[in-house]
């Protein structure tokens, strides 16, 4: 099983629609969980870490499984600026030790 | 605060020669790294430093040196630039809580 593994998409989805991506994960000491962005030809950016509770960033969700070693990010009202391509990001366990990059999910929002 | 500031932002070489690309990062950072980035191949680390002074391989080192030079610098060396190290190179650095924050790439050639 890959450590980080994400349905590379393209996910095509009008403007307003509600896109949701999942994202699993091998090692179940993992601690720290985030959503990243990269824009096409750009470095990846922090969208939003992901806390065991689920949290919400405006039109962004985040949930955390454990038990199932899944996360989730729900967008709604999709924008035209939310297209870009979503990286989902795992430590392997605490402390200085590299975080592991999903291959990413395409989204492309279409007007 | 400049954040992870990369140099240079673009580069060709011919294979054979040599190159070291810069890094360095104004946010008081421990940890520091090194990735390449290829179409459809998500990122890989090549090499990582977890605080001054000490180093590490990533998934792909062959073919690259790096140095810590001080907690701000982390450089990557191609000693001898081959075709297959055409790519686009990010550093990114690492404070407490393992947010990781890239620097906006050196695109590579090699001919």
């Known amino acids: 099983r890959k450590e980080v593994e994400q349905d590379p998409g393209p996910f095509n989805v009008p403007e307003g629609a509600t896109v949701a991506f999942n994202c699993t994960y091998s090692?179940?000491?993992?601690?720290?969980f985030f959503w990243y962005r990269q824009d096409c030809r750009k470095e990846p950016k922090l969208l939003m870490s992901?806390?065991?509770s689920g949290n919400e960033d405006g039109r962004f969700t985040a949930q955390l499984n454990r038990a199932s070693q899944y996360i989730s990010l729900l967008i709604r009202d999709s924008k035209l600026s939310d297209s870009a391509t979503y990286l989902c990001?795992?430590?392997?366990?605490?402390?200085?030790?590299?975080?592991?990059f999903g291959k990413g999910t395409r989204l492309s929002v279409i007007a | 605060n400049a954040g992870v500031t990369q140099t240079p932002k673009f580069q060709v070489l011919k294979t054979g020669q040599s190159m070291t690309l810069q890094c360095a990062q104004d946010m008081n950072h421990n940890s520091m790294y090194w990735y390449r980035q290829d179409p459809g191949m998500g990122l890989r680390l090549i090499y990582y430093s977890a605080s001054e002074g000490t180093t590490d391989k990533g998934e792909v080192p062959n073919g690259y040196n790096v140095s810590r030079l001080n907690k701000r610098e982390f450089s990557l060396r191609l000693e001898s630039a081959a075709p297959s190290q055409t790519s686009v190179y990010f550093c990114a650095s690492t404070g407490l809580t393992d947010t990781q924050y890239f620097g906006p790439g050196t695109r590579l050639t090699v001919l």
């Open positions: 090692n179940s000491a993992s601690q720290s």
């Open positions: 990001v795992v430590n392997k366990h605490s402390g200085n030790t590299p975080l592991v």
């Open positions: 992901v806390y065991s």
